[in-house]
């Protein structure tokens, strides 16, 4: 073979070498952009799914009263309130006895700015048929639009006036028009159709759902600092345990004075 047929050989094999390797760096360049299409189908799949579980799981809704809403002072210590946390319905009476027994001792703690009370709506009593015409999800709609419309410090009027004026468990409570007379007679006024259009009856839903999954079976269920209460009897000595140890202060000695047979009892509903 001549010298100039193997130059000519030797540049197009060189050629030939080039062309693959060009073809390899297209390959992977092919690739690479599928795999990161991919990942971003994958990770739009994934956010899609996790955006649909967030829509559907209960949503734990609650009314914070802090002691801002009470007009309390700011702490100057750095102190956050004990958070005790009371789920609810309108209907049951264990609650209005619970708000009986404790109610003003509960809201004297809030304006002290020693805790703050984290209202949840607990509302099962239309199911289990102790609640004629829907008044469990029906008050507690009501107080949720007095909420949304006039604030936490509004809730709490609003939830006092429906324990003060709470039905018998069994029977018909009031209407729509008697509880947005009621409302329109403390001053919150406005609320006629976020009443009569039952809002909030689907976040009401979730929220009993939500305190389902947490393990709550009846009304009334209260947790200090995420600890659920057993002994209701001895409540506001426990509240005052919880705020002396956040407060770095020995513990208040019991109050030989309190009636553990006064507490009322849980109300459970069944299924």
Known sequence: MSKDRQQRAARAEQ????????????????????????IVLVAAAAYGVSTISSDNAPEAFSVDYTPED???PAPTDGYEPVVVELYEDFQCPACQALEQVYGEQLKALVAAGDITIKYHPFSFLDERGLSLNDYSKRST?????????????AYVQYHDYLYANQPAEGTAGPENDALIAAADSMGFTGLETCINDET??????KAKEAGGERGVTGTPTIYIEDEEVADRGTLIEQINAAVAEKKGLPAPTADPSTDPTSAPTATTPVG
């Open 15 to 38: 050629m030939r070498k080039e062309r693959e390797k060009a073809s390899k760096r297209q390959r992977n360049a092919i690739t690479g952009a599928i795999v990161a299409v991919v």
């Open 70 to 72: 009470a007009g309390a």
């Open 141 to 153: 709609n009501a107080a949720i639009c007095v909420d949304e419309e006039y604030g936490a410090d």
């Open 200 to 205: 909030y009856f689907d976040r009401i839903k």
